[in-house]
């Protein structure tokens, strides 16, 4: 028997495309803030804060494509070296890692932005009330946001240790700052993107109880 394939509905978000929370499952309809960034600003403020961060995507997603290109040219220059000129480069290991290590972090980052990290989708199978289970993805990005903090703390003090000894890579003498460094900036990514995901997760709840809270009043005169 051919199995039936599921088509995932998904919704356009400026030139990048989110899939929807469970669009198979859930009967409830898709919250606002499923993204980390709201698509129209509600006011000033919010325009503002948005074409800011648009400018801080632009930087982070060129950062990411520049240090991939340099680990791809690197790897071949290495392979030519070693297996062509026989006269390979000690140091090529250790920019690759380097820039690898930042292109994890960076990814990291970014991962959070665009809600791309792995969840489980259990909360909309279990809880169908769509207040309540807004209430359970606020109170889960606020857990994300102080385990970021706290991982982000750690990786801090990792690295400012490595600063104070004056660490140096074996082949290219470069400062372990710069490894380390990395973790710093893709922890502070994540920080700052499920502050702005908690933000409008609390917008919505607070949306949503004065409609609730409305509705309550009209049936009541009713």
Request: contains cysteine; aromatic residues 12%; charged residues 20%.
């Amino acid at each position: 028997m051919p199995q039936e394939k599921l088509s995932t509905p998904v919704k356009s978000v400026g030139e990048t495309k989110i899939y929807d929370y469970d669009p198979d499952l859930s009967k409830h309809p898709i919250p606002p803030h499923l993204h980390a960034i709201p698509e129209q600003p509600n006011n000033k403020v919010d325009g503002y804060l948005i074409r800011f961060e648009r400018i801080l995507n632009w930087m982070f997603r060129a950062m990411m494509m520049l240090a991939g290109l340099g680990l791809a040219f690197l790897m071949f220059a290495q392979v030519i070296m070693r297996y062509v000129l026989e006269s390979p480069f000690t140091g090529i290991e250790e920019a690759s890692i380097l820039l690898a290590v930042w292109i994890y972090f960076l990814g990291m980052g970014y991962a959070t932005r665009e809600r791309e990290h792995i969840h489980g989708g259990i909360v909309s199978l279990i809880v169908k009330d769509p207040y309540k289970v807004n209430m359970i993805r606020f109170i889960g990005s606020i857990t994300c946001m102080i385990a970021a903090c706290i991982f982000g703390y750690f990786a801090c003090k990792y690295a400012i240790k490595e600063l104070d000894r004056g660490r140096l890579s074996i082949n290219l003498r470069w400062p372990r700052g710069l490894w380390s460094a990395s973790m710093i900036v893709g922890f502070a990514m994540m920080v700052g993107y499920f502050l702005l995901e908690t933000i409008n997760e609390f917008r919505d709840l607070r949306r949503k109880h004065r409609a609730r809270k409305s509705l309550n009043t009209k049936e009541a005169v009713q």
